[in-house]
């Protein structure tokens, strides 16, 4: 019987990042820059080719496909209620435009009473289904929506709004009565221009300045906490 290896493939702007795990539980990490000349999907199609680390991993010594993969990616979410009936198509495209021609993935958040709707392109998904003989989708914010949720939120009386960096997006979100009230990201560089949707979201939340939690967690810009430190008593850094 063939081992089943696991490899996290996680997409961002600029480089593929890999975790691979062995069948002895060891485990390895490795970066691809991307080359913008070539399409995402061809990129990935390079790496499972060429790469010594993918080669290695995808195939046992006859060729047969053994990596269950899990391609993580941080295309845009649109939440629903777990319990209302939708269409994945139709209420992702008049939630988001852009996204016409990929496919919906949807992703039950039971923790949070929420469905996840998010897309990924049709390309990608093949270069990983031609590579590897189990494939599970998943998008980069679920994890963390659950993480921030279990490890800082747990139900409590506090306000705590959540402010999340990665790959050139600012999300945030809030908690209230065990679910969602607020979550939206924003894609942006210029720190100004996140500290004011920041301070936008916050006031538009009715959150109080001096007794209310602000958490920031990932990739926090440079400074981003002492200039929030101007207008909000209690700034937070978050440890995912």
């Not at 939708?86 to 009473?113: Q, R």
Request: aromatic share 12%; proline share 3%.
């Amino acid at each position: 019987m063939t081992e089943i290896k696991k490899i996290i493939i996680n997409i961002r702007n600029d480089k593929f990042q890999f975790k691979i795990t062995e069948t002895d539980g060891t485990t390895a990490e490795h970066e691809y820059v991307i080359d913008e000349k070539m399409s995402v999907a061809a990129n990935l199609r390079e790496v499972f080719r060429e790469q010594s680390y993918m080669k290695a991993a995808k195939t046992t010594p006859d060729g047969i496909p053994c990596i269950h993969a899990v391609l993580n990616v941080s295309t845009p979410v649109v939440l629903i209620p777990i319990e209302e009936n939708f269409d994945p198509e139709i209420s992702y495209n008049i939630a988001i435009t852009g996204c016409k021609y990929d496919e919906k993935c949807v992703k039950e958040i039971p923790l949070l009473d929420a469905t996840a709707i998010f897309p990924l392109n049709k390309d990608l998904k093949m270069v990983v289904e031609d590579n590897c003989s189990e494939i599970e989708i998943s998008n980069n914010i679920i994890q963390v929506w659950q993480t921030l949720y279990k490890n800082y939120y747990k139900g409590t009386q506090d306000r705590n709004l959540f402010v999340y960096f990665y790959n050139d997006v600012m999300n945030i979100c809030y908690f209230e009565q065990h679910r969602f009230r607020y979550a939206n990201s924003f894609k942006m560089k210029n720190t100004d221009d996140m500290l004011y949707y920041i301070l936008y979201v916050w006031k538009q939340l009715g959150m109080n300045k001096d007794t209310d939690i602000l958490s920031l967690c990932g990739e926090i810009p440079g400074e981003m906490h002492e200039k929030l430190s101007k207008f909000i008593e209690e700034v937070r850094e978050c440890v995912l």
